[in-house]
C-alpha cells in the first residue's frame, strides 16, 4: 500500500470531529505521517531543486494544495479554533512561531480586543524531521511559518475549518502595548508571554491553488 494511502486510511479511523483526539489516535497518525516523503506526494523534483537551493530562480515556485512555500515568503499568524492540527515539512527550512491563549483570563478579558498568548515554539525546523501536533488549547494552536529555503508542509486538519460550526480561519499580530489591560499585571513582563490582536493579513498574501500531483488516492 502506498504510503499516502496508508495515511488516508489511518487518518480515517483515528480522527474526530470534535477536534480532540487520544494520545494512541495521534501516535496512530504520527506513525504514518513521519515517514511521508516528497515523492509520496509527488514533489520529489521539487525537493531535489532544494537540496542543491542557492538562490530564489532555482525553484519552479508551485503551490499544490500542500503548503508549499518559496523562500522569505511568510504565512502569518493564524489559529485553528477547535481543531488538531497534524503538519509534516517534507523539504526545505521553516521558521515557526506558535502560542498558545492563556486560557484562565477569558472572562476578563470580555471587553477587552486583545488576548495574551504564552510563546510555544519559536525556531527553525528542517526536514526530514518528524511531525508537529497541535490541540484546540495546547503545543500552539496560533502560529506562522517563514520559509527559509523553498519548503513544502503536509497539513492535517481536525476537523476542518468550518465557519458554520464556529470554525473560522483568523489572523493575528502582535499588539504593540505590552499590557493594555493590565490583566497581566504580574505575569506580562515575562518574555514567553505576548498580547495578540485579530488583524487582516496584507494583501500581498496570496494562496495560489493547483491540482494534486502525488499517486491516487481510494476514497
Known sequence: MATIQKLYEVCKVSLSANGSLSLEAIDSVCSVLDNVMPSDVGLETEAQSVRSWRNPRVLNRKAIGIFCIP?????????????????????????????????????????????????????????????????????GNIHAFKAITPCAILDILSPPYSSEDGRHCSYFRRCRKADPSGILSNRSREPEFVWLEEHQPPNSFVIRRDLYKGPALNL
Request: with cysteine.
Open 71 to 139: 523562500a522569505s515568503s511568510i504565512i502569518p499568524l493564524h489559529n485553528h479554533p477547535g481543531m488538531t492540527v497534524f503538519s509534516k515539512l517534507l523539504y526545505g527550512t521553516v521558521h515557526v512561531k506558535s502560542y498558545d491563549w492563556v486560557e484562565d483570563t477569558t472572562q476578563l478579558l470580555k471587553l477587552s480586543k486583545v488576548r495574551p498568548a504564552k510563546i510555544v515554539r519559536d525556531g527553525e525546523m528542517s526536514a526530514p524531521c518528524g511531525a508537529m501536533v497541535i490541540q484546540p488549547k495546547d503545543g
